[in-house]
């Protein structure tokens, strides 16, 4: 069964700095382009990062770029998403989402999210 | 940067047929997926490639593009298509959410 369970979240101060990870089992993870999708509360998705199967090439948003570091390790089956320089506005449920099939962003598993909380 | 326009709601008697539209320049020349998400949910993917179905979404569930716009068209809705729904396309650099449409089924 394919898992991707999202950690790391949390409440930090503005201009903190936080790490998420997201551990897949269930399937062949350097397989996939793997991506980092938000949620702010009460909000639509945005998309904020991917990353492809050795994790060589990376594209991000650009309300994050500069600040948000997207990596994986395939050894450990996890993905990452270093957050600096965090906001108010970076408050949100951070997914990560596994990509499949030939159109970009289609993503066929997505974990439950952890919560990002930035405030002082 | 590219943007993708939706209705912030839309409201369907049951068993009617709902139509969410997702409106982005050229969007003919991207392929669109829709997902929807339930309260508390994560979003499960509907359509991908503008108008094929996952295994396991019913076949009330269809998808076009064309034009700018593209359409998700639910027939037969039912109680438990209330949810939010929601385009995605890729504009080449980014990943493109549109701002979401709550079906409500009244």
């Known amino acids: 069964e394919v898992q991707l369970v999202e950690s790391g979240g949390g409440l930090v101060q503005p201009g903190g700095s936080l790490r998420l990870s997201c551990a897949a089992s269930?399937?062949?993870?350097?397989?996939?382009?793997m991506h980092w999708v938000r949620q702010a509360p009460g909000k639509g998705l945005v998309w904020v990062s991917r990353?492809?199967?050795?994790?060589?090439?990376?594209h991000y948003a650009d309300s994050v770029k500069g600040r948000f570091t997207i990596s994986r390790d395939n050894a450990k089956n996890t993905l990452y998403l270093r957050m600096n320089s965090l906001g108010a506005e970076d408050t949100a449920l951070y997914y990560c989402a596994r990509e499949t099939g030939i159109a970009v962003g289609k993503y066929d598993y997505w974990g439950l999210g952890t919560l990002v909380t930035v405030s002082s | 940067s590219y943007e993708l326009t939706q209705a912030p709601s839309l409201s369907v008697s049951p068993g009617q047929t709902a139509s969410i539209t997702c409106s982005g320049n050229k969007l003919e020349d991207k392929y669109v997926c829709w997902y929807h998400q339930k309260p508390g949910q994560s979003p499960v993917l509907l359509i991908y490639e503008n108008n094929k179905r996952p295994s396991g979404i019913p076949e009330r569930f269809s998808g076009s593009n064309s034009g700018n716009t593209a359409t998700l068209t639910i027939r037969g809705t039912q109680a438990m298509d209330e949810a939010d729904y929601y385009c995605k396309a890729w504009d080449g650099n980014t990943v493109v959410f549109g701002g979401g449409t709550t079906l409500t089924v009244l």
């Open positions: 990353v492809n199967r050795d994790g060589s090439i990376t």
């Open positions: 269930g399937f062949t993870f350097s397989n996939y382009w």
